[in-house]
């Protein structure tokens, strides 16, 4: 056959066009976490149209597995697609769903010649909820070999560091009471949000130099004449590793107990999915870098980028990598609205088809090359 990687390019460049349509449909319609209906449906349809099987697993809303190809290596192409509340598509998503898309298109023609299965997976829900975590419970990342997708980003990383973390909902439930006339009469679950920040703050002194616990109150009362009688507050909890986040999350919560110790409140603690810090394989992060370079991308110096995703728990499933993909952003930087904006220009469309690419060759690297037999034996 002619070289794989000059097809899969040319599918990139033909279906330019559709992609960047996908990538604006998906950022002027935000959807967030478990709502993402119409940017699921029109990501799988357009892969549909190309030649992809695609089925909606049951237990998973809003999530999609679309597939092609029958070689022996199994590759998944994650794309995911929920925005964030308040500011949109601030974290690009648009662009990681349309750069999967433009990828699994590409390998359509070749798959089957070097060896590939191609599995792109709508991902819901990674902005909190842990999308790719039920996935992985309800075995939809069984039988793949290797995992791959591509993060916009103010600057590029082959291996950018991941955190673990944990989203800690706390709910304290007082008494209410008139606040000027029988302010004695009443337990201020206020006062117990207000206890558990101090405590936090203090906490912040003597944790390792990698944690970071930082969060907001949801709910602060009802009425300043009346005194509080239910508080939330909801508190992200990162640590290098889940090992580390256990030992922060014990302590935070003594934190949030100390609030309720102090006020007589009594308190409940909501926990989302952990979501696990990044191990990106070596081998193919290389192979992405290679044929990133080969496009034009240049990368730096690795910068420290403390953020979070629960492709660290596919990543000690099976191998992955999540490199951050470079967008013009003029300062800004991920979940600010000037990033939103800059998911939109020239600069984001070309971080498309350039992760589309890069990732379709390392896909085909990955099925021709020296590493083929060892993601066989440690994957699927």
């Not at 290797?146 to 800690?168: G, Q």
């Not at 909501?270 to 044929?291: C, H, K, M, S, W």
Request: hydrophobic fraction near 45%; charged fraction near 20%.
């Amino acid at each position: 056959m002619k070289d794989p990687k000059a097809i899969a390019r040319h599918e990139v460049e033909t279906q330019r066009l559709s992609l960047v349509e996908l990538s604006r449909r998906i950022h002027a319609n935000p959807e967030v976490r478990w709502e993402e209906v119409r940017s699921s449906t029109r990501t799988a349809e357009v892969l549909e149209a190309g030649g992809f099987q695609v089925a909606r697993p049951e237990g998973v809303p809003t999530a999609f597995v679309a597939r092609i190809g029958t070689g022996p290596l199994h590759v998944a192409i994650c794309a995911e697609y929920d925005a964030l509340p308040g500011v949109g598509h601030a974290c690009g998503h648009n662009v990681i769903a349309s750069a999967a898309v433009g990828a699994g298109l590409a390998l359509v023609p070749v798959a089957d010649e070097v060896g590939l299965t191609v599995s792109v997976m709508g991902t819901p829900a990674e902005e909190g909820g842990g999308g790719k975590i039920a996935m992985l419970e309800h075995g939809l990342f069984e039988g793949v070999h290797v995992a791959m997708m591509v993060h916009p980003a103010p600057y590029e990383s082959c291996a950018a560091k991941s955190l673990a973390i944990t989203d800690l909902e706390v709910h304290y439930k007082g008494k209410p009471s008139h606040a000027a006339a029988a302010p004695h009469l009443g337990i201020n679950a206020a006062d117990a949000v207000t206890v558990a920040q101090v405590a936090i703050g203090l906490l912040r002194q003597h944790v390792l130099r990698t944690d970071l616990v930082h969060g907001i109150v949801t709910k602060g009362g009802d009425a300043p004449n009346i005194v509080p009688a239910h508080t939330n507050a909801e508190y992200l909890v990162r640590s290098r590793t889940l090992a580390e986040l256990e030992t922060l999350v014990a302590r935070v919560l003594r934190c949030f107990e100390a609030g309720a110790l102090a006020t007589g409140a009594t308190f409940e603690v909501r926990e989302e999915p952990r979501y696990a810090e990044v191990r990106t394989d070596p081998d193919i992060a290389a192979l992405y870098q290679r044929n990133a370079e080969a496009l034009g991308r240049a990368f730096p110096t690795p910068r420290p980028f403390p953020a979070s995703t629960d492709c660290g728990n596919v990543s000690l499933a099976i191998p992955a990598i999540h490199p951050l993909i470079g967008v013009e952003t003029r300062g800004a930087v991920n979940h600010q609205p000037e990033f939103a904006a800059a998911c939109v220009t020239a600069s984001a469309e070309r971080a498309i088809e350039d992760g589309a690419v890069a990732m379709a060759w390392t896909a085909i690297d990955a099925a021709l090359g020296s590493t083929r037999e060892r993601l066989l034996r440690v994957g699927g």
